[in-house]
């Protein structure tokens, strides 16, 4: 496999070096860099336990990691994840991580902690996004259905400014209806100009959304390729796209 | 630790609703001053509690967090009182203030390490706070007089004027109550309020929405110190003697019946346990041998029916009203 180096930028949104992350004595992330461009989508591809939600974990500092992460050019890698939202680094939890007792309105107004005073433009904003939260706003968010829960997880996520908005798996446990569609509105996102890194199963839909892919095998990332080149992979093509 | 929180349930809304518990507590403390100085003191411990309660919620109705110590915060209040009052002849309402600071900044250097734990750990590490500072006033003898107790402590008052009588100090307590409950529930409702909330929802979450959770517990579990100091320096002033057991373990035990029992994480809830919990006993006091039996199952029937406490029923009848909503 021939790996395909893609700067599409002086200076990266976001850029990893050398990154990796332990459970113990288990190497789950072996030493790995990789990069998002500014305005660019990109998605991360794996089996099961390659360590793509570790990856995810490690640059927003949710678990303990060694190596450096850049964002704008700026050394992020000592600061929390707190510090990193203010940054502009917002991260989707795989399975959601909503307030389930809160309704959806008070998990959108939290998801604006760090922008007080523009909440209710915010709001509105993601209410053009997802009409359906409009909807359901006094609903208490652990009764929502999945479709809703992850329009909910990614409106809050956008509460906070991303500048660069990371998702691990939005689409897990979706019909395939609701996954195209929040997949479609994460490619309008993308359009406003936020960055994106997303780990998703569902292969053939992150790549028909995606500028660039990783793959990663065993905790280590071992091809980078632009999708658009994928085809010409035909062991990649095989096992991810048909 | 798993949050017990209801943490959308009550109205944000100053209306009828937030002046019914108003109400409530002015009727309560109307029987309370036209019944016996018995009953008056029954009620001025309730209510004292209720301050100890309404803190403790913040910690661990509001923020999800564990706490079995905040009786060393009721002990560093009563007793700094006590001495401040009886050997340096501090006036009491300074005292009550400046023990506040006390606790406030113990709370601060024993919490920015101790809440890094979490669940059970987190649990067992205040217990210890607890059982230390229990220890403390047996053992430290020529300071809090250990066993002996501490006597003679002088009623709240400020510059000469003294409240008297039990009455008069039973209406401060009331007061400082509602200020107590006052000031949480506005707390509960600002931005601080919400990143409380938003820990006891999910740290991991909130961690990712920019909330400093580690900042927030840390300021959470002052703000529960200082409520616990107040109520601790306003029963040694109320009773005018203390001695360690008032601050052992039961004391914990019985803020967290108050707690459950009323409605964690609600904001009259607090309260609502406390006044039933001191009350009850001395309601089934006719049953004699009974009695315990009585105001257990009574406890554990409302438990049983309300398992979100009495106030969190309001929630539920809320949302028994609230037309149901389709899913997609």
Redesign the interface.
């Known amino acids: 496999m021939t790996a395909v180096s893609a700067a599409t930028a002086d200076v990266p949104l976001l850029e990893a070096k050398d990154i990796s992350a332990s459970y113990g004595h288990v190497h789950a992330l072996k030493p790995t860099s990789l990069h998002v461009a500014e305005g660019e989508l990109v998605t991360i591809l794996g089996p099961n336990g390659a360590g793509k939600t570790t990856l995810m974990r490690a640059l927003t500092r949710l678990t303990p990691s060694r190596g450096n992460v850049f964002f704008r050019g700026r050394d992020v890698s000592r600061l929390s994840t707190n510090r990193l939202a203010r940054c502009g680094i917002v991260m989707v939890q795989e399975g959601r991580g909503l307030f389930s007792q809160m309704t959806v309105r008070e998990n959108l107004v939290v998801g604006g902690y760090l922008h007080p005073g523009d909440i209710d433009t915010h709001l509105q904003a993601v209410f053009e996004l997802f009409p359906r939260l409009k909807e359901r706003l006094d609903q208490l968010a652990g009764t929502l259905s999945g479709g809703e829960q992850q329009m909910l997880a990614i409106g809050r996520a956008l509460m906070a400014k991303p500048q660069l908005l990371m998702l691990d798996e939005p689409s897990l446990g979706l019909a395939p209806r609701v996954a195209s569609e929040i997949l479609g509105t994460l490619r309008e996102l993308n359009r406003r100009g936020i960055g994106i890194l997303l780990v998703e199963q569902k292969a053939p839909l992150a790549l028909k959304l995606a500028q660039r892919v990783y793959v990663i095998s065993l905790g280590r990332i071992v091809v980078e390729l632009k999708t658009d080149e994928i085809e010409s992979h035909h062991d990649l093509a095989r096992y991810y796209l048909h | 630790m798993t ?1 017990h ?4 349930t009550e109205p944000t809304s100053v209306g009828w609703r937030s002046a019914l518990p108003i109400a409530a507590v002015a009727v309560v403390a109307a029987y309370g001053l036209m019944s016996s100085d018995y009953v008056v003191t029954v009620l001025g411990f309730a209510f004292i509690y209720a301050i100890f309660c309404t803190g403790l919620n913040f910690f661990m109705g509001y923020t999800g967090q564990a706490s079995f110590g905040q009786s060393a915060f009721a002990a560093i209040g009563g007793y700094g009182s006590a001495i401040l009052c009886t050997d340096y002849g501090w006036e009491p309402l300074l005292a009550l203030i400046a023990t506040m600071a006390i606790s406030g900044v113990v709370a601060a250097v024993v919490g920015y390490p101790t809440l890094r734990l979490r669940g059970h750990y987190l649990a067992m590490a205040t217990f210890a706070l607890g059982l230390i500072a229990y220890e403390i006033t047996i053992e430290w003898t020529s300071l809090t007089q250990g066993y002996m107790g501490y006597a003679g402590i002088p009623p709240l008052g400020l510059g000469g004027f003294e409240l008297a009588t039990l009455k008069q100090q039973f209406i401060a307590i009331v007061v400082m109550a509602l200020i107590g409950v006052g000031v949480a529930s506005r707390l509960r409702q600002s ?1 601080f309020g ?2 409380l ?2 820990i006891a ?2 740290e ?10 580690a900042r927030y517990k840390l300021v959470a579990f002052v703000i529960a110190a200082l409520y616990a100091s107040a109520a601790g320096s306003l029963f040694a002033h109320f009773v005018g003697f203390i001695s360690p057991e008032i601050y052992g373990t039961s004391m914990v035990i019985q803020s967290f019946a108050m707690l459950y029992l009323g409605g964690i994480g609600t904001t009259w809830g607090p309260m609502l346990g406390a006044v039933i919990v001191s009350v009850l006993p001395e309601a089934l006091r006719g049953l004699k041998e009974m009695q315990d039996i009585a105001y257990t199952a009574i406890l554990i029937f409302i438990l049983i029916f309300a398992p979100r406490g009495l106030a969190g029923l309001t929630v539920l009848f809320r949302r028994a009203r ?1 037309p149901a ?1 389709g ?2």
Not at chain 2, 204 to 213: F, K, N, Q, T
């Open positions: 949050s929180a209801i943490t959308s931005r919400r990143a909330a938003s929802g999910s991991l979450a909130a961690r990712a929405l920019g909330v400093d959770i609230r909503l899913k997609a």
